[in-house]
């Protein structure tokens, strides 16, 4: 980490008070045993307590085996299927609850009990046999907040296949780069979906990608929206097209048997993006990820099956996968699932729903809380709502945020935990627990039971703990919830999360050092704070994007001769990506080529991806060697001192270019 950067962090961040627990959350939560942390540190016996919270078929025979890092292996010898522990084993005690309460953009409201989320898994993981999806096969959905996104992940999860989910706001060409690196040939997708009122043809998006020359799509199911204006859509013998619905209706009240999963068996592929410009599959085990992310769901989200439990997110994303299916569903509880956005039809949508359902435990980003604050207290105004957790996630949250999220939405009677983690670590890694630690805002807290991070001076050595000392967040000790490798690309495992921190000629787990990527301090009062990615990747809007990804969708774009994409400050969405852009000789920076910048970086990622600022400039900030610095554009974008700019090739380039921002900025 560069020194200037850590000073210049640490400066800012002002000392904060702490808030207790309320008594009366105290004495109903799940972790009110200070032991915990002790079990935990009896490792790796210590996470055997997350797996007993499952069903296996057969019990594993070695809690953790370390003989070939990095590839770890948890509950070894041990088997079980997913969709049992979200499903099948909740129907004796309670089939008529609820087990997914959805609610459409337009008001459309399902309730699926226990007995019909396994009446529909079932049914749909015999359309998927139908269609000749094996075991091991990888599925790819590209769907959006619907009830088919749970029941297809769970019916691929009964029958042993691996789902890939990509979130609906990407492209038709990211969603075909996704099936081409998983290999997958079989993709899920709908006709349509709402936002803000508006009908969305998402089957558009399956034509292209699977139109492009790259991808081999064998089988294309389709789902239907469904309501009035759409009567679902009609085929006309376009392959590889297959209407799940046609299907369906020959599946009424199948069973299908589910498939005993190792432990070690993926369960599901999540694609994030990293600092090369390919996204990387994060492969998750089946055993390790559930029993992890049900164990955090269990004690840091406080959830019991009597709750109403909604987290705000995306299934589409890892927060999604985590804490709405897996670990909500495998505890047993009712889990709410909301298609639209936070301001459609009005900005009181979301504590309209809150009080409708009842809702005990609310979960969403420091993005939206600043959203929230912007619109204004009085959309929660005369809404009768109470919850008794709130959770934040995906960014650092202001502490003025924090105080607006304690004092509106929680009537400063709420716990709030504020969870750090990452699509790789499949579970909270930093975050308290919420009875049994003190909430200060704006710092994570400690690390959750069994997890040992630490911090690291960028020549490896480690940071003296407690010392209030910014460095690379690293994690010193494996966890079930951790991804099991890059799909298809060991190299690339080792490469991103090993190679930089650990020793990695040895075969002693105990001398590898998971790399985050993340730059944190840590407290005196042994608390974490997260401070923001080190490397070349940022964080919009809660969504991680990649600086290369941004870059190549721009070089797309003719007029342009060289690119380079940086992340600036935004009060409202965390950071935005701003464009440096050279142009070719002889061509004008100009609004149209503006809008090819923005169209670009909207077919190749996707419109949640839209840059903020494209700024044309006559030369990139570059290296003698002739790597371009991106570190001086970022202090250009924040209006920051350059830091220093010696090995600059011309050092008067970030001078003209401050001068170019200010008139075409
Ligand atoms: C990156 C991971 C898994 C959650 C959704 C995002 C940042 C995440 C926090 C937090 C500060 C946070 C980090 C991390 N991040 N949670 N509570 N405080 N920063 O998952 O897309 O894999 O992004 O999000 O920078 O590395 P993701």
């Known amino acids: 980490m560069n020194e200037d950067d850590t000073i210049g962090l640490e400066a800012r961040l002002p000392d904060q008070e702490y808030y207790r627990p309320p008594p009366k959350f105290v004495g109903q939560a799940n972790g009110t045993d200070p032991d915990i942390y002790e079990r935990f540190e009896d490792f790796p016996d210590g996470f055997s307590e997350y797996a007993e919270l499952l069903t296996w078929d057969e019990r594993w025979d070695e809690t953790f085996d370390g003989s070939d890092p990095p590839f770890f292996e948890w509950f070894v010898g041990g088997s ?29 409201a399902r309730t699926i009990t226990y007995q019909d989320l396994y009446r529909q898994v079932n049914e749909m993981a015999a359309v998927l046999r139908e269609v000749g999806v094996e075991e091991d096969d990888v599925v790819t959905l590209h769907l959006p907040m619907v009830p088919a996104l749970p029941i297809t992940m769970l019916a691929c999860a009964r029958i042993g296949a691996v789902h890939s989910v990509v979130f609906a706001g990407f492209s038709a060409n990211a969603l075909a780069d996704r099936l081409v690196d998983a290999d997958s040939d079989v993709l899920v997708s709908i006709d349509g979906y709402y936002r803000r009122g508006e009908w969305l043809d998402h089957k558009a998006k399956a034509d292209e990608a699977i139109d492009t020359e790259e991808t081999a799509v064998e089988t294309a199911l389709l789902w239907s929206r469904h309501d009035d204006l759409h009567e679902g859509v009609e085929l006309t013998g376009d392959d590889p097209y297959v209407l799940v619905d046609d299907v369906l209706a020959e599946k009424q009240g199948a069973h299908v048997e589910p498939v005993a999963r190792d432990a070690e068996d993926p369960l599901f592929l999540m694609y994030t993006s990293g600092t090369t410009g390919k996204p990387k599959g994060c492969q998750h085990r089946t055993g390790g990820y559930l029993a992890y992310a049900a ?42 699932m909301y298609e639209g956005t936070p301001d459609y039809p009005d900005r009181s949508r979301l504590w309209e729903i809150a009080e409708r359902y009842d809702v005990d435990i609310f979960h969403t980003s420091p993005t939206a809380i600043r959203q929230f604050m912007k619109w204004g207290e009085e959309h929660l105004a005369g809404y009768d709502f109470d919850f008794r957790h709130l959770t934040t996630v995906g960014e650092p949250i202001q502490p003025e945020a924090w105080q607006w999220y304690y004092d509106h939405v929680g009537d400063e009677d709420a716990v709030i935990v504020d969870t750090w983690w990452q699509t790789e670590t499949g579970g909270h890694l930093i975050t308290n627990l919420p009875a049994l630690e003190d909430m200060k805002p704006g710092s994570a807290g400690r690390p959750c039971p069994g997890i040992e991070p630490a911090l690291y001076e960028d020549d490896g050595t480690e940071i003296e703990a407690a010392s209030g000392r910014a460095g690379n967040l690293v994690i010193e000790r494996p966890w079930p919830g951790m991804l099991q490798t890059v799909y298809g690309d060991d190299d690339r495992f080792i490469d991103e999360y090993w190679r930089r921190f650990s020793d ?28 923001g990615r080190l490397d070349d990747v940022m964080n919009v809007s809660g969504h991680r994007l990649g600086t290369m990804e941004l870059e190549s969708a721009v070089a797309e774009v003719e007029a342009i001769a060289e690119a380079a994409v940086v992340a600036r400050e935004d009060r409202e969405r965390g950071h935005v990506p701003d464009v440096y852009v050279v142009l070719r000789d002889g061509v004008e920076g100009s609004d149209d080529v503006r809008k090819q910048v923005i169209a670009s970086v909207e077919d190749e990622i996707g ?33 920051e001192d350059l830091g220093d700019t010696t090995t600059l090739r011309d050092p008067s380039v970030p001078d003209q270019i401050r001068e170019q921002v200010q008139t075409n900025g």
């Open 295 to 336: 164990g955090t769901s269990k004690y840091v989200l406080d959830i019991k099956t009597t709750d109403t439990y909604w987290c705000a997110a995306d299934i589409g994303w890892i927060t999604g996968h985590s804490y709405i299916v897996y670990g909500p569903l495998a505890l047993g509880t009712t889990s709410v």
């Open 80 to 108: 079980l299927n997913a969709s049992v522990n979200c499903v099948d084993r909740h129907l004796e005690e309670r089939k008529n609850q609820a087990a997914l309460i959805w609610e459409g953009e337009g008001g459309e």
């Open 607 to 639: 419109a949640f991806a839209r840059p903020d600022r494209v700024l044309f400039v006559s030369a990139l900030p570059k290296t003698r060697s002739g790597k371009i610095m991106r570190r001086v554009l970022e202090n250009i974008s924040n209006k």
């Open 504 to 531: 990695t000629d040895s075969d002693d787990w105990r001398d590898w050092v998971y790399k985050t990527g993340d730059g944190a301090v840590h407290g005196q009062d042994g608390y974490y704070r997260v401070l």
